[in-house]
């Protein structure tokens, strides 16, 4: 049996659980009040971050959710994803509209990743 372990764990959330081979992660928020552009280039920084920190990377995405607060946004944010993601190796992607926890964040993404062989 796989033990689930917790990373940067707080008291609502944990950023990183790692169960067996499948990495989950927190959804990541970018700079409060930003652009889309910026606000999806900190989401993706930290996305790298994360998955450096328990040996992985985003070539082992397994699955993307992304939160934009206005649909309006799609392309802008597409514009940063589409030159961050591995050639070859996109993920499965799921992206809608939401009204986020605050008005200062426009888009959120949430990661399911796996771990390396």
């Known amino acids: 049996m796989n033990d689930i372990k917790r990373h940067h764990i707080g008291p609502r959330m944990s950023q990183i659980v790692t169960h067996g081979d499948t990495i989950y992660l927190a959804g990541q928020v970018g700079t409060a009040?930003?652009?889309?552009?910026?606000?999806?280039?900190?989401?993706?920084?930290?996305?790298?971050?994360?998955?450096?920190?328990?040996?992985?990377?985003?070539?082992?995405?397994?699955?993307?959710?992304?939160?934009?607060?206005?649909?309006?946004?799609?392309?802008?944010?597409?514009?940063?994803?589409?030159?961050?993601?591995?050639?070859?190796?996109?993920?499965?992607?799921?992206?809608?509209e939401a009204k986020l926890a605050t008005p200062e964040y426009l888009v959120e993404f949430m990661v399911t990743a796996a771990m390396p062989a």
């Open 33 to 96: 009040g930003a652009s889309v552009t910026q606000q999806t280039q900190d989401c993706l920084a930290k996305i790298d971050a994360l998955l450096s920190e328990v040996g992985s990377d985003k070539s082992r995405i397994l699955q993307v959710t992304i939160w934009l607060a206005n649909m309006d946004s799609f392309a802008e944010m597409n514009a940063v994803w589409d030159a961050w993601v591995p050639e070859g190796q996109t993920p499965a992607r799921a992206c809608g």
